[in-house]
């Protein structure tokens, strides 16, 4: 398990993890029994993905414990407080997160609870936790093998490296490993049992479930078991999940199609977006995503461009599912083209804007979004006040200051933060 969080911050946290590993692992004489069954899972792996074991894996044991001081540490040492600043005060200008929560501190209590294991691609090595249960330590160290494999064949840091121009494309890359990791995992267990998933679509759907311990394929987890996830916004939750479930299901469609060609094809010709994750029919045909232009408006001086990115699919579909329901959500989302979004901040005046844009496939799917999006305001807000509305416009304020939000043909746009005073 590469541990995933929200797509902005993913390649952050993974990186803080990951180079923490070496430094405070340390030789465990349990591990020698368990580790010792790296070479005969790795060559089934091996025999599966056609990937080949250039040199060997060594593993170890780690503790919650050291995991989790590490990543407190790394955070001070490698993180800009502006960036998770600016993480944070995205997702809770389009209300994904509440306004008092703390961004960094649950993801470091997320991913120390998560973390059952990973493997280290810069110091290539695996390490799994004391606290892993007797019988998840196979699965978990062909998960992680799985990893090493892909590797050791396709050079992982550089692949992740390559995706970070883009903040949905980074979170499909993501996928690509974790739904490989996943697959291969599962097809090991599943040739144990004496069949395979590639004779089985039903089969597959339900070992990515499974695997993300997801039995209702919804991103809720056994209650109890989890007691940092159960918590989390619905956003954490699905973000979580997301690159094993739906990245598995993703790396089987691509296997159905050019079997096992297609282990090395999603590195070598990656997705760009998490569309082509749920839809991998529009990665075949190659779709990407559309720019739409942010709206224009003149803000008085002292603003400054703070962060600015794009909502994939998933993201809108969380939001979506979040604010209007999970069946609203479900038949819209698929209808995405592309999305942008800016911050600008004047410091002094203590204010945010959010500059939004998301273009959809047809008229009607727009006209669609832009019924949707004047709930999520209405409901994200504690209060809001129409000054003026029209079939395709909206005027108003909200919690944090004037809004407009506008449609023309397949193009929705909101300006939200403003103040009064500004046209």
């Keep these: 398990m590469l541990v995933v969080v929200p797509p902005r911050l993913a390649s952050f946290f993974l990186a803080i993890l990951l180079t923490s590993a070496l430094a405070v692992a340390q030789s465990d004489p349990r591990a020698k029994a368990l580790c010792a069954q790296v070479p005969g899972i790795a060559a089934q792996l091996t025999q599966i993905s056609g990937m080949k074991l250039r040199h060997p894996v060594p593993c170890d044991f780690i503790t919650k414990e050291q995991i989790n001081q590490f990543l407190k540490k790394r955070i001070k040492e490698t993180s800009s407080p502006d960036e998770v600043r600016a993480e944070e005060l995205t997702l809770k200008k389009f209300g994904l997160i509440p306004q008092d929560f703390d961004l960094a501190k649950n993801e470091v209590d997320l991913l120390t609870e998560q973390a059952a294991a990973f493997y280290d691609y810069d110091r290539k090595k695996l390490f799994i936790t004391d606290s892993t249960a ?3 330590q196979t699965p978990v160290l062909a998960h992680e093998l799985s990893h090493a494999l892909a590797d050791q064949n396709y050079n992982l840091a550089r692949f992740i490296k390559q995706g970070r121009k883009s903040d949905d494309g980074s979170t499909a890359r993501l996928a690509v490993m974790e739904g490989q990791a996943t697959w291969m995992m599962s097809e090991y267990l599943a040739r144990q049992a004496g069949t395979s998933l590639q004779d089985s679509a039903t ?18 987890k056994s209650d109890g078991e989890f007691p940092v996830f159960d918590k989390e916004p619905l956003y954490l939750k699905l973000t979580l999940v997301f690159p094993y479930t739906k990245g598995m299901s993703f790396q089987q469609a691509v296997l159905m199609r ?5 282990f090395g094809e999603v590195f070598l010709k990656p997705p760009v977006s998490t569309q082509q994750i749920l839809h991998p ?6 779709l990407k ?13 002292g603003y400054k461009g703070l962060v600015g990115g794009e909502l994939g699919e998933l993201e809108q579909s969380i939001m979506l599912e979040q604010y209007v329901g999970k069946s609203r959500a479900a038949n819209l989302a698929p209808h995405w083209r592309g999305c942008n979004f800016e911050l600008q901040e004047n410091k002094n005046a203590g204010r945010v804007v959010l500059l939004y844009a998301t273009e959809w496939d047809s008229d009607e799917s727009a006209a669609q979004y832009f019924a949707a999006y004047r709930e999520m305001m209405q409901k994200k807000w504690k209060s809001m006040a129409v000054s003026a509305e029209a079939p395709d416009s909206l005027t108003g304020t909200g919690d944090d200051g004037r809004f407009e939000l506008r449609r023309k043909g397949a193009i929705v746009t909101s300006v939200e933060g403003l103040d009064p005073e500004v046209h």
């Design 134 to 136: 007797s019988d998840s």
């Design 203 to 220: 089969l597959a759907a339900t070992m990515a479930q499974m695997a993300a311990g997801d039995e209702g394929g919804d991103g809720n």
């Design 258 to 262: 050019d079997r096992q060609q297609g």
């Design 281 to 286: 029919d529009k990665y075949f045909v190659h």
């Design 289 to 301: 995503p559309a720019d739409p232009p942010l709206p224009v408006v003149h803000l008085p001086h």
